[in-house]
C-alpha cells in the first residue's frame, strides 16, 4: 500500500468476494421500457448512480445478439467492479465468463446450473412462496430473489403477487428454518415512490431483512437513470440504519480506542451509549489478546509520541493480523511536519476499514496541490460538495477503506457508492472530543455489522447527528456543559428504542447519495 503523500489516479474497484445486492438493476431491453436507447449506456448511467448488481435479462432474443450484449454489459460492471447475472440463459453466462446466473420456477434448476457454471459463480433463484424459497436454499442459491412485491407490466408471467407481508412471511420462515444468512431482495413494483415502505413493511428483524431491492422500469424507463439508482440508494441505506443498531445492541462488540486522555471518559461513556463496551488501552501488547474478542480497534492519532506510534504500529499489525476491522483518525494530519509523516506511515503499514478525518486532514492524506495547512485538529479548509465527495471517493478507492470525511455535512464513500448525512448540529463543535468519539461510534457499528462497512459508517454518522439534533432541542440544554449528558442520553434512547422496534426517530436521518465522476480527483 502507497503512502498518501504520493498521489496516484485511483483506479477502478474489483468485485468483491461477497456481493452487495443493495440496489439490483434487472434489465428490460423492450420498447416500451428501454425507448430508443442504448442499454449499455442506460446501465453506465445507473452503474454510476449507485446500482451495485446487474442482471441481463433477454429470453427470446437471439443467441448471438444476447452474447454479443452481454460481454458489453460485462466490460462495463466490470470497470465498476460490479456482478453481472445473466437470466436464464446459463450457457451465455458461462460463454463471457460473467459472475453467475439468475433463474427462475421454470429455469434450469440449482444443481444443473452449478455443474456448468462451476463452484465460484453466484447462483440466484426466484422463489414466491415459503416452499420455493427454502428448497432454493437447500439446494444451495446464493441469494433469493423475492416477489412478486406489486403488479408490473415488465413481467407478464408472475405465478402469484405477495405483498410485502408476503415477503416478511418468506423471510420469517427462511430465519427459522437456519437459512436467515441467505441474501435475499424482493422485486415487482419497487420504484423510489415505494421503497422506503416495502422495505419497512417486509422487515423481519432481528431474525432477517431484505439485503436489497431489484427494480426494472424504475431506473431503466427513468429520464435519469443515475438520478434514480441514487434515490433508490439512499432507501437502501436508511433502510439499513435500524439493523445496523440493533446489530450492536445484540453483539455489545468491543470498541477497544487508542485514543488521547482529553476524551478517554467522553468515549467509553459514547461506546455504552450505542451498546458497545470500551477498552481505553494505549497499550499495544494488550492488543493481540483484545483482537480476539471481535470487536474493533480505533486509533486516534490526537497525540503522537514515538513511543505512541511504536504501539500504534504494533496494534494495526495485531487486529490485521486477527482480520478484525481498524477505524483510523488522523487527527490534526496537516498541522505538523510529524504528524503529516506519521499518518503517511502508518497508513502504509496498515490495512482499515475506515478513516475519518475533517476536510483538512483528509487532504493532507491525499498529498498534492489539494493538501492543506492545518491549524491545530480544525478544518482549514472548505471544498463544495463535489469537491467532498470526490476527495472521499478518491481516498477510499486508493486504500480500499471507507472514508468518512466530516464537517457540517458529512461524506461517506467506499470508493463507489457515496453518501451525504445532512444530521448533527453546530454544538458538536463546541464540545472537546465529539470528533473523536464519533470514531468510538464507528467501531462499535463496524465490527457488529461487517456485511457493509459503509453502511455501517453511515448509521453512525446518522445516529451520531440526530443524537446532537434531539439533544440540542431539549428544554434542558442550555450549552455545551448541559448538552454533553443530554447528548449522551439521547444517543442511549436511540439504541434503547431501536431495540425495541420504535424507529419513530428515524424520520430525522437525512441521507443522499451523491454522484461521483470516478475520472475526478479533487
Request: proline fraction near 5%; glycine fraction near 10%; charged fraction near 20%.
Amino acid at each position: 500500500m502507497l503512502p498518501l503523500l504520493t498521489p496516484k489516479r485511483p483506479t477502478a474497484p474489483t468485485p468483491a468476494a461477497a456481493p452487495n445486492y443493495g440496489v439490483y438493476l434487472v434489465t428490460d431491453s423492450t420498447p416500451a421500457i428501454l425507448g430508443g436507447r442504448d442499454l449499455v449506456q442506460v446501465v453506465g448511467a445507473a452503474l454510476r448512480g449507485g446500482v451495485t448488481c446487474v442482471q441481463y435479462r433477454d429470453k427470446n432474443g437471439d443467441r448471438g445478439a444476447v452474447v454479443a450484449m452481454a460481454r458489453r454489459l460485462h466490460a462495463l460492471t466490470q470497470r465498476h467492479g460490479v456482478p453481472l447475472l445473466i437470466n436464464d440463459r446459463v450457457d451465455v453466462a458461462v460463454e463471457i465468463g460473467c459472475e453467475g446466473v439468475h433463474i427462475g420456477q421454470d429455469d434450469m434448476n440449482v444443481h444443473e446450473a452449478r455443474k456448468l457454471v462451476g463452484q465460484d459463480k453466484i447462483i440466484g433463484v426466484t422463489a414466491s412462496s415459503v416452499d420455493e424459497a427454502i428448497k432454493a436454499c437447500q439446494d444451495g442459491a446464493d441469494y433469493l430473489g423475492l416477489g412478486t412485491v406489486y403488479a408490473t407490466a415488465t413481467k407478464k408471467d408472475t405465478k402469484s403477487i405477495i405483498g410485502p407481508l408476503g415477503i416478511r412471511a418468506i423471510l420469517e420462515a427462511m430465519a427459522e428454518a437456519g437459512h436467515g444468512a441467505v441474501p435475499t431482495v424482493c422485486i415487482g413494483g419497487v420504484n423510489n415512490d415505494n421503497a422506503a415502505e416495502v422495505l419497512a413493511q417486509t422487515s423481519a428483524a432481528p431474525a432477517k431483512s431484505l439485503d436489497g431491492v431489484a427494480v426494472v422500469s424504475a431506473v431503466i424507463a427513468a429520464d435519469d437513470p443515475a438520478e434514480a439508482a441514487r434515490h433508490l440508494a439512499g432507501h437502501i441505506a436508511v433502510a439499513a440504519i435500524p439493523l445496523v443498531v440493533g446489530a450492536v445492541g445484540r453483539a455489545t462488540p468491543l470498541s477497544h480506542n487508542m485514543t488521547n486522555l482529553v476524551v478517554q471518559n467522553f468515549a467509553a461513556n459514547v461506546a455504552l451509549a450505542v451498546g458497545a463496551s470500551p477498552i481505553m488501552s494505549n497499550y499495544a501488547a494488550e492488543a493481540a489478546d483484545l483482537a480476539k474478542l471481535g470487536g474493533a480497534l480505533v486509533v486516534n492519532m490526537g497525540t503522537v509520541t514515538p513511543e505512541g506510534l511504536a504501539n500504534y504500529k504494533q496494534a494495526i499489525k495485531a487486529y490485521n493480523d486477527a482480520g478484525r476491522p481498524i477505524i483510523l483518525d488522523p487527527v490534526g494530519a496537516g498541522a505538523t511536519a510529524i504528524r503529516r509523516a506519521a499518518s503517511a506511515e502508518i497508513l502504509a503499514l496498515g490495512r482499515f476499514a475506515v478513516i475519518k478525518g475533517n476536510v483538512a486532514e483528509m487532504q493532507t492524506l491525499y498529498g498534492g496541490p489539494s493538501a492543506t495547512q492545518q491549524r491545530g485538529v480544525d478544518s482549514t479548509s472548505e471544498l463544495g460538495m463535489a469537491g467532498r465527495a470526490s476527495l472521499a471517493a478518491s481516498l477510499a478507492r486508493r486504500h480500499r477503506a471507507v472514508v468518512l470525511l466530516t464537517g457540517p455535512t458529512d461524506v461517506v464513500s467506499d470508493g463507489r457508492r457515496t453518501y451525504r448525512v445532512d444530521n448533527g448540529h453546530a454544538m458538536l463543535g463546541r464540545v472537546t472530543g465529539t470528533g473523536c468519539t464519533l470514531g468510538t461510534a464507528v467501531s462499535a457499528m463496524v465490527a457488529a455489522y461487517p456485511a457493509d462497512p459503509l453502511l455501517a459508517a453511515v448509521a453512525a454518522a446518522v445516529v451520531f447527528g440526530t443524537a446532537a439534533q434531539r439533544a440540542v432541542a431539549r428544554d434542558d440544554v442550555r450549552g455545551p456543559g448541559t448538552f454533553v449528558p443530554a447528548f449522551l442520553d439521547e444517543l442511549d434512547a436511540i439504541t434503547r428504542a431501536t431495540a425495541e422496534g420504535d424507529l419513530r426517530w428515524l424520520v430525522l436521518a437525512r441521507v443522499q447519495a451523491v454522484p461521483v465522476d470516478d475520472q475526478d480527483e479533487p
